[in-house]
């Protein structure tokens, strides 16, 4: 899981923790992002009550 801190046009994510794999867990956002430095892009997924977690490839 992260957390997210959004300043205008940019994105700060911190790793808090992980999420239980068993559990059953309602995504009501979502959000692609680009890394500035590799130009890389990953999916994020905001799971209700919990924080973002990366998204499935």
Do not use: C
């Not at 957390?3 to 959000?31: C, F, P, R, W």
């Amino acid at each position: 899981m992260y957390a997210a801190a959004i300043n205008g046009d940019s994105v700060i994510l911190t790793k808090v923790g992980n999420l239980d794999a068993t559990g059953s867990y309602q995504v009501t956002k979502a959000m692609t992002l680009e890394n500035p430095i590799t130009y890389e892009t990953r999916s994020f997924l905001y799971v209700n009550d919990h924080g973002w977690v990366t998204g499935s490839h």
